[in-house]
């Protein structure tokens, strides 16, 4: 049994071995804990927890807590193979995996004892996975070339528009001097105007008190006229009797005017004389007395606005026709369109503008309604020639604070761009202003670094937007990997959309792929050379070395 032992131990270390100039090993143990397996003393479990003769390593029975002593065979349930892998990368596998019939590593040396008949493949994958470590690394190269080259033109971006904002300070400068020479002739302008516009002041007052005055007067001829229309005896006191007679103070509609209701009209007197008529009386009775005149309204009259006419007493609610008549009154009271009073009267003829009472007659008012509009005032020709020059002073002046604003406007618009965090080394900062697309299935993508990220439907929709520029997002020293758009359209039932761009170096700038892992939230995937690091240059021995552990 010893013998068997010693003879397996020996085969152990043969098979472990490829070349004269390996050190010699117990199957399955990595380069790195060689020097903990000396065949020439006792093996200490690597995790402290005991010690067994050298000759237990790999005898296929599992003696360690860890499972180190069966490095190469599958005796323990917590252990672990190392395959040496020549020619391409080692590997750490459980050791549940030797002999397993599966091939696990690429020299085969984890199926040593099994029919699986693997073979060594590690020179075939060792040098296409170098040839691929060997694009990617030029890829970085490339990129990192072309980061420089963004570097380089972020810098000039700032440059150039640091220099801009001088030139428009300088501007901004020369505007407002310019603006305060045209602000100073305005003034001086305006008090001009102002000056001759004083005496048309004057007359413009005068021209308003003689309208004011002769729309009283011309309301007192409409109390006048009404009132002799009223007092039917004509003894110049207007009774309670003489409104009975007058349907149109049958505020309740059944037919009779009630002494009450004539009353309501008196402001609660049996008689009024003119002089309380037309300063008391009138103001009262005057929208009832021209809702029942409507149908003639003469031109010097103006009928009543609806709010004029007074609530009387107890009234009932109004019948529908008299509503839909109401109805037809404009806001000022106006009855709107000829066709109207047509409808409500078929009898009317305009040319017999008389009244449907015999006894009625007005005076004609046409020239009076021309008076009252037509209030354009003409300057004379000095006096126009002063609001001329003040209105084109104020126009220069306009002009010249206009372009103020547009500068003052622009060199914000500048600063605030110089403030935005285009990365350490203002690598991003050409990506600013420019827009990348991709389209799947479904939408086309757009993402305008900096600015803003949309969703477009391919059926043709409009666009929905997923975010605008937020912040970066990446963790500690890598904050310029990701970033965020934020605060885009609501999402129905759900949060405002919003986007997260995760930067992979790349020799384009370019957007190759979108997601949407959760409702409403993207992910966006970003190449682009500004996150493309300088690769330490590798060389051959060291590619190899690394790929092959002696
Ligand atoms: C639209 C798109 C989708 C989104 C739904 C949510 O269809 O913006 O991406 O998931 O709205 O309702």
Known sequence: MKCLLVLLFMKTICESTSNAAEVLRPRGVSLSLASLYDASKEFHCLDGSGMVPFKYVNDDYCDCQDGSDEPGTSACPNGSFHCTNAGHIPLNIPSSRVNDGVCDCCDASDEYNSNSGCVNTCRELGRAAREEARRAQEEQ????????????????????????????????????????????????????????????????????????????????????????????????????????????????????????????????????????????????????????????????????????????????????????????????????????????????????????????????GDEEVEATETDEIKYDDETQQLVDAAEAARSTFTESDKRVRDITREIKHIEDTLNIDFGPEEEFRILEGRCFEYTDREYTYKLCPFDKAVQKPRSGHGETRLGQWGLWTGEEDKKYSSMKYTDGQGCWNGPNRSAEVRLLCGVENKLVAVSEPNRCEYQFVFQTPAVCFKPEPLSEEEIEHTHTEL
Do not use: C
């Not at 072309?146 to 030139?167: A, C, F, H, R």
């Not at 009630?258 to 009138?282: D, G, H, M, Q």
């Open 141 to 364: 190269a490339r990129g990192y070339q072309l980061k420089v080259n963004m570097i380089q033109e972020g810098v000039n971006i700032i440059k150039n528009k640091k220099s801009k904002i001088e030139e428009l300070r300088s501007s901004l400068a020369e505007a407002e001097g310019e603006r305060g020479e045209k602000e100073a002739v305005k003034n001086e302008a305006e008090e001009k105007e102002k000056a001759a516009l004083e005496k048309y002041r004057v007359i413009m007052e005068e021209k308003d008190a003689a309208k004011r005055a002769e729309e009283q007067a011309k309301e007192e001829q409409e109390a006048r006229e009404a009132f002799a229309h009223l007092d039917s005896d004509a003894d110049g006191i207007l009774v309670v009797d003489e409104l009975i007679s007058r349907s149109m103070f049958d505020t309740n509609r059944d037919g009779q005017v009630t002494p009450e209701e004539a009353k309501f009209y008196l402001r609660e007197e049996e008689s009024v004389n003119l002089e309380t008529f037309i300063s008391t009386t009138w103001k009262m009775m005057r929208p009832v007395y021209m809702m029942d005149h409507r149908s003639f309204i003469p031109p010097t009259m103006t009928p009543p606005a609806e709010e004029e006419i007074p609530t009387p007493p107890e009234e009932e609610p109004m019948p529908e026709e008299e509503e839909e008549e109401y109805d037809d009154m404009d806001e000022e009271g106006e009855i709107e369109g000829d066709e109207d009073i047509e409808e409500l009267d078929p009898d009317h003829d305009p040319e017999d503008e008389g009244d449907d009472d015999d006894d009625y007659s007005m005076g004609d």
